[in-house]
């Protein structure tokens, strides 16, 4: 069974950009929720909102889902891949780009598994 | 989406519960469901009903959320309105959450199936409150269900409780440091001695000075209690602090500039891009998988070769590199040994505290140090550097004894597949560095000799040899120079430095200082240490400086406790008191070495700590810090003070 680990940032992008490219395939999914430390009650409810919906999307669509949330850097994810084996990350454009230059090259080359951009 | 939302509209504290003795899902599910009968929220019908569909969601995917966490939710006919219920259990339940860890607290929520909008916003809600440390810690220890219900519901009360509760904290020591200081300086009158008159110091009695030697030590001792109450926001309480003494007429301009010790500040920023810089060529990584090469074959000889590195590196360029490099090699050794981290965190980091010691630019308080009371390198090389290397000796010993079962396990670690992983942007780049690197250590070393040479004034080529090197790195690196110098300096750091040097020279002005100086010597003439004959009041001084700094250090930032009692040191010194020059040695050592007491006694055990939390996503567990800390703190404080001793005895 495939696992993808997938980051959530926005719903409508989600929708849009990954669930066609995750049509047809099963396995599990790990919606994960990453936001930063100082991030307040409303997005952080936001963010659990969207994460208990995705999951209901998903779930219909036979996959099995975790949810999970963070309040840390994309290099909290690096473990997680580890741990689950996982096939994928998928993960928002801005959340890749919110490294600092030298961290692109240490977080590809720590991370066990391809990732998908969107 | 409200800011504010009150869960007390669907828990009730009927339906939250505490049971020891439930194993599996099957039992909580029924348990549940029964409770729910109980209460009258379900009919005897539909308790079958409801613990099915519970099975059958968890049976699309784990309803925990990590952190002992789960939240079963499920929609169903026959209920009318949001139900909450909250159940905690003594021995957790594997529930295939994402952290691995088994399941203590289950939340349920139960909900009519045309209230899909507001049972999500729900689930988000208790989603987010369980994920407050606080709160969920609080949970976890409940003894009561109204406890539970309290913390689960009440959250706003208890948030801003938790808040006004460091603000009450705040206040408290804001009026105990003002009573203490008003008793302190109305009392103690400088004597006229000559010392005294020779020094100036007879003036502070007068009452226009005791007003500001009050309001002077109540300012700065609150804004350390604030930087240690609300730390992220230190620059906005040093910024405060320093502004109420320009109002209040304490300090003028001109002053607070010469305070604020821009040398220091300068040479701070210099070495922090040059740092920045040298790490991203992999000099670092480089110099110490080179030297672990040697040391590879005996996994007792790569352990302590490691802490030794370690300190080294702490002490050439600065604590917190020094413990992300070699810690991050640590990392890699438990992973491909399967030995746990933790041994090797706590060995490094304690090296990289007393290592930091080595030199004048291994920690912050060193180079105030240097540059406030005329110290050069080579003064540090003479005096604290052998009690820091034996010291991490002694360390080493210690760490070895106590992780030998751990120790020994980590064989077959292939050094050379290590240095394959490194990135190395390109070998000339590297040996470029190097070669900088090495002149800039050479050249910092024999700062004096070139002063001397160059005929300029004490500390001159110190502060202009990192200055060039920046500019040299900016002028070759060009775009990204400006990166370097944006990114290398902790900006944060550095102002709320600028705004405590200014405040702790503000205690030396208004006289604070030199009172503490002579309340310091009344104290040593009380209990002097005799065995050291005509030096026992100087021995009495030294040891009360070692352990207070190190064991205030422990606790505390361990630069507001050094500014403050460098003024005094320098009152001692110019008292002319016999072997006063070691004082110096006193407050660096303790400063640095009393970092290990605890996990936040120093930046680089915190940086250390945030590595461990980001890497294996679970909490640092503090009994084993402490443990060792205290050992270490005490044997390597205790080392030091017989080493300070033995050098008053012999040099005074």
């Not at chain 1, 069974?1 to 849009?16: A, G, H, P, R, Y």
Request: glycine share 8%; hydrophobic share 50%.
């Amino acid at each position: 069974m495939e696992t993808f680990i997938l980051v959530i940032q926005d719903q409508k992008e989600v929708s849009k950009k990954v669930c066609p490219f995750l049509e047809g395939k099963k396995g599990r999914v790990i919606l994960m929720g990453l936001i930063s430390q100082s991030s307040g009650k409303v997005s952080e409810r936001e963010c659990w909102e969207m994460l208990f919906t995705l999951q209901q999307e998903y779930e219909k669509k036979g996959f099995l889902v975790s949810i999970g949330l963070e309040k840390s850097s994309p290099f909290n994810l690096l473990n997680l891949v580890e741990t689950l084996s996982a096939h994928l990350l998928i993960m928002p454009r801005e959340k890749f780009l919110g490294l600092r230059p030298d961290e692109y090259e240490e977080f590809l080359e720590k991370l066990s598994c391809p990732l998908f951009l969107y | 989406m409200p800011d504010d939302f009150d869960l007390r509209d669907i828990f009730s504290p009927d339906l939250i519960f505490i049971h020891p003795q439930l194993k599996t899902k099957e039992e909580v599910f029924e348990f549940i469901a029964t409770k729910l009968q109980e209460a009258g929220e379900i009919t005897v019908d539909q308790v079958k009903t409801i613990v099915a569909a519970l099975k059958e969601r968890e049976s699309l995917g784990s309803t925990g959320i990590g952190k002992e966490i789960a939240i079963p939710h499920i929609t169903c006919k026959g209920i009318t309105k949001l139900i909450g219920s909250a159940l905690l259990i003594e021995e957790g339940i594997d529930w295939g959450s994402l952290d691995g860890k088994p399941v203590r607290l289950l939340v349920f929520l139960f909900a009519p199936e045309e209230k899909r909008d507001e049972y999500l916003s729900t689930l988000a809600e208790v989603a987010r409150v369980l994920h407050i440390p606080e709160q969920l810690k609080g949970i976890l220890r409940a003894k009561n269900p109204d406890n539970i219900y309290e913390l689960l519901t009440g959250i706003y009360k208890e948030q801003r409780f938790i808040r006004y509760q460091r603000f009450l904290y705040f206040g408290v020591g804001l009026i105990i440091f003002f009573l203490l200081a008003k008793i302190t300086f109305t009392h103690v009158k400088i004597p006229p001695l000559p010392i005294y008159q020779k020094l100036g110091a007879l003036h502070f009695n007068e009452p226009f000075w005791i007003n500001r030697e009050i309001f002077s030590t109540t300012l700065f001792f609150s804004m350390v209690l604030g930087t240690l109450l609300f730390f992220q926001y230190r620059v906005a309480i040093g910024g405060l602090a320093l502004s109420l003494l320009l109002i209040s007429g304490v300090m003028d301009i001109e002053m607070t500039v010469k305070f604020m010790s821009i040398p220091t500040i300068l040479f701070i920023i210099a070495v922090m891009v040059i740092v920045k810089w040298l790490e991203e060529k992999g000099v670092f990584k480089f110099l110490v998988l080179h030297g672990l090469r040697y040391f590879h074959n005996s996994p007792w000889l790569l352990f302590s070769a490691l802490m030794l590195f370690s300190a080294l590196l702490a002490g050439l360029v600065d604590e917190v590199s020094a413990i992300l490099i070699t810690l991050g090699i640590a990392v890699e050794i438990a992973r491909r040994t399967k030995v746990g981290v933790i041994p090797y965190l706590l060995s490094l980091v304690m090296a990289t505290n007393i290592g930091s010691a080595l030199t004048l630019i291994g920690n912050p308080i060193g180079i105030y140090l240097g540059f406030a009371s005329k110290l050069t390198f080579l003064d540090f090389l003479k005096n604290s550097t052998p009690i820091a290397i034996t010291t991490v000796l002694i360390v080493i010993l210690i760490a070895l004894l106590f992780y030998r079962r751990e120790v020994k396990k980590s064989v077959g670690v292939d050094i050379k597949e290590l240095e394959e992983k490194v990135s190395i942007p390109s070998k000339g780049e590297l040996r470029l560095a190097i070669i900088v690197f090495l002149l800039f250590i050479t050249l910092v070393v024999f700062h004096t000799f070139l002063e001397k040479l160059l005929q300029v004034e004490e500390r001159t080529v110190l502060l202009a040899l990192p200055l060039g090197i920046v500019g040299f790195i900016v002028f070759k690196e060009q775009e990204r120079g400006r990166y370097l110098i944006e990114k290398g300096p902790d900006w944060w750091t550095i102002l709320y430095f600028m705004c405590l040097f200014a405040s702790a020279a503000c205690l030396e002005y208004t006289g604070v200082t030199v009172k503490i100086a002579y309340l310091l010597t009344k104290a040593a003439k009380l209990l002097p240490l005799t065995l050291f004959g005509n030096l026992a009041e100087s021995a009495s001084i030294l040891t009360f400086l070692l352990w207070g700094s190190g064991l205030f250090s422990g606790f505390v930032d361990n630069l507001p406790i050094v500014a403050a009692l460098v003024p005094v040191v320098k009152n001692l010194v110019a008292s002319g008191m016999p072997g006063a020059n070691l004082f110096w040695w006193s407050l660096l050592i303790g400063g640095c070495f009393g970092g290990n007491l605890t996990m936040i006694g120093s930046t680089a055990n915190l940086v250390a700590i945030g590595v461990y939390e980001r890497s294996y996503r679970r909490h640092f567990p503090f009994k084993r810090w402490l443990f060792l800390g205290i050992i270490v703190t005490f044997v390597s404080l205790f080392f030091a003070n017989c080493l300070l001793l033995l050098k008053l005895r012999t040099n005074p």
